[in-house]
């Protein structure tokens, strides 16, 4: 590590590290001038609350992509919030245009790491959180890659309201069973599915995604969980 990569350690020492493309093609020039104008009106950061009502409804999108879904449910409820994270600037971009074309005004939006807006939220704050087809990272040796982790999933369980929701979406079964075995292990999750149909079932009011269409295309099936914030073990002993 040179003295550069130190030092940045050292200014940012609990940002994770972010893999996968940070970019794709070159911005328009209206994508450029969203960017650059639209987009400090939005930030999420440093407060993702403050632009909110204090007892709005607020919910979380982790890694939006091209902004379809997180534009859909803020076109359909607009007396709630949203916050966006996006890393990846073409999608950030992209959810701009829809914002503007739409004229949303219940939008935060984070272009980065979401461990950052984690971290300025308080305790119990937010309705519902939303992971929607993260990348797989595949290989074994990418497992440590992965969004979903044991520190991220704790964090989550921080923000989220009692019986508030957390939403979970992938087509990958390694995946799949990783993020179940760790986000069951937290303790504080409620699973309350009675069958596969209530996996294989997409949520309400949802608005198919690109990523959605190319599961289907590549000839895999779709999964969506959701899981309950409850009580800690240790809050449960408490309690008795």
Known sequence: MNVNQEQKKQRHPDRRKLWGRAKGKRLS??????????????????SPLENFEPNQRVTLEIGFGGGEHLLHLARRFPDEGFIGAEPFLNGVAKTLNGISNDGLKNIRIHHGDVSMVLQALPDACLERIYILYPDPWPKPRHYKRRLIQEEFIAELFRVLKPNAELRFASDIVSYVDWALARILRHGGFLWRANSAADWLTPYKNWPSTRYEAKAFREGRTPHYFTFIKGKLPSEIKRDK
């Open 29 to 46: 020039p209206h994508q450029t001038s969203l960017m650059e104008n639209l987009l400090p009106q939005l930030r999420a950061l440093p």
